[in-house]
């Protein structure tokens, strides 16, 4: 079915243990390494991890009773007892924005108790698994933020994802427990990473403003599409309702996250989450779904800003792959990468270099090459003269004059009302002295 599957079969056998466990270390130095991550065993494991439990959660909500196996049920007590040292280390008094400084004493909690909750989580799960913790406690402590730095981005997402996918490549997750881990598990992890960034006042790791998807998560999008492509009955243009927000946000990771926006940022939906408003205009939640993932694939896991974080051992290691997950989305063209990181970003604009083509971006459509017709690039709404007043990602350049387009009198008639502005009407005739001398 998968390779994810393929490696449930193997741990879960009573035959030698399949891993010789050591201390992970981050093994991605430079920019090259990137590509050798790309072509990894890791890679198209950790991929196909979140493409099963994406599948599994499909139709379901978060506050579904499912069945939880005794390891499920310790994995969300352990992140219970982390929100509650929270409410042991209250934050202190500040005047910066971010970086609240008590965050150190909760995380030195935290590393301080991580080996025996680790080990409480394992000790059910079978005797011979204990001895997993030595490789796996340091991507729980890894999954809520730097202390030196006081943020919270993607790649502790990331970390907690793998954490969650060591746990079912070891064994002590079966592979019954795909939507529970996919729903309660990583609901509780949501919320305790909401709480940790709202009373420390983390920073965005690594955000880049308006053309982040989100300042904090990534993962919980994909997920939370991924349980809206059976039997919603909402679409994806009410992504930026706030009442939808907050009425959907118990049942679904996706709005749950954009409740958390709407709480947290101020002033109109398209300029401070002009991605999200892109991808409203998507007709179906599928679309949303494959189309996330290759996104994560350009703005995440090519990175190497995230990258050098990421840790890896014997659970996760950079062998190369020796076959590829037919379920991840592929790209449909490649280019050469490029020396420099950082410059995969899809950005608006033609002939972006990256060796993911576009759209990175569901339904916005932005060409990836020369010779593509300039009036099918697609414009963020902030190009609008009235926001508000077109569905999202409908605009077209060919509305507006420039390079290229037919000249005024040409033009078709645009979709967008007239400014609402009146001719000026001076009070001084400026044609004539402004001080005439009486005769």
Known sequence: DSLLQENFHMSESDQIPRFQYVVPTTQIKTSDGVAVWEDSEAYQEYLGFIIAIGESVKGKKLTEEITMSSCCRRLVDLLTILRKNIGETPSCEMQSRYGNPAYRDWFTK????????????????????????????????????????????????????????????????????????????????????????????????????????????????????????????????????????????????????????????????????????????????????????????????????????????????????????????????????????????????????????RPAIPGIDLPCGPGMANQDIRIPPTACPMPGTRAPGSAVMSQFPGPGNPPPGTMPKSRLPAPDFQTPNPSINVSEPAFASNP
Request: proline content about 6%.
């Open 110 to 357: 935290l590393e301080t108790s991580a080996e025996t909750l680790v080990s409480d989580l394992l000790c059910g799960a079978g005797d011979d698994m204990v001895e997993a913790g030595v490789e796996l406690v340091p991507y729980l402590v890894n999954s809520f933020g730097n202390k030196t730095r006081i943020d919270y981005g993607t790649g502790h997402e990331m970390t907690f994802v793998m954490f969650l996918c060591g746990l079912f490549k070891i064994g002590a997750l079966k592979e019954s427990d795909r939507p529970a881990a996919g729903l309660k598990v990583f609901a509780a992890y949501m919320t305790l990473s909401r709480d940790l960034q709202t009373t420390y006042r983390m920073e965005p790791a690594g955000s880049m403003g308006v053309w982040n998807l989100d300042d904090y998560q990534f993962v919980s999008f994909i997920w939370g599409a991924a349980q809206l492509c059976e039997k919603a009955r909402i679409k994806p243009k009410s992504i930026s309702d706030p009442e939808m927000a907050e009425m959907l946000c118990k049942e679904n990771h996706f709005f749950g996250c954009l409740s958390y926006i709407h709480k947290v940022k101020t002033g109109p939906f398209h300029e401070h989450s002009n991605q999200l408003w892109n991808i409203s205009g998507v007709p179906m939640w599928s679309k949303v779904f494959t189309g996330l993932i290759k996104m994560y694939r350009a703005e995440v896991l090519s990175k190497f800003p995230v990258m050098q974080h990421t840790m890896f051992g014997s659970i996760f290691t950079l062998d190369k792959a020796k076959v590829k997950n037919p379920n991840i989305p592929e790209a449909t063209m490649v280019v050469e990468r490029p020396g420099v990181p950082g410059v995969d970003s899809p950005r608006p604009g033609i002939g972006i270099v990256s060796r993911f083509p």
